[in-house]
């Protein structure tokens, strides 16, 4: 069973950055790709950003493409994402998962608990 811990979310200006940062429980974390979702309030679960168990290659939503980033490191077993220039409709709870990757949650067998991440001024 592979625990996934999200942390990093919290209340950021519009044009603001922030770094979200996803721990997993197991070493095994190194042989998943990993994505991050996002659910607004009365929205379905959005796909948001995917990368590689080996880290080279990398996907992204067109609504987030060129604001953000995701990277990870084996080394201390997290994923992170880095989120600049933000915007209120990025408001959303923030869901780290790991398994297959790609874009569909169907993809994704290990789910994080959820950090808020609020964009307003």
């Known amino acids: 069973q592979v625990q996934l811990v999200e942390s990093g979310g919290g209340l950021v200006q519009p044009g603001g950055s922030l770094r979200l940062s996803c721990v997993a429980s197991?070493?095994?974390?190194?042989?998943?790709?990993m994505g991050w979702f996002r659910q607004a309030p009365g929205k379905e679960r959005e796909f948001v950003a995917a990368i590689s168990w080996s880290g080279y290659s990398s996907s992204y939503a067109d609504s987030v493409k060129g604001r953000f980033t995701i990277s990870r490191d084996k080394s201390k077993n997290t994923v992170y994402l880095q989120m600049n220039s933000l915007k209120p409709e990025d408001t959303a709870v923030y869901y780290c998962?790991?398994?297959?990757?790609?874009?569909?949650?169907?993809?994704?067998?290990?789910w994080g608990q959820g950090t808020q991440v609020t964009v307003s001024s």
């Open positions: 998962a790991a398994k297959g990757g790609g874009s569909s949650s169907n993809q994704y067998d290990y």
């Open positions: 197991r070493r095994t974390f190194s042989i998943y790709a």
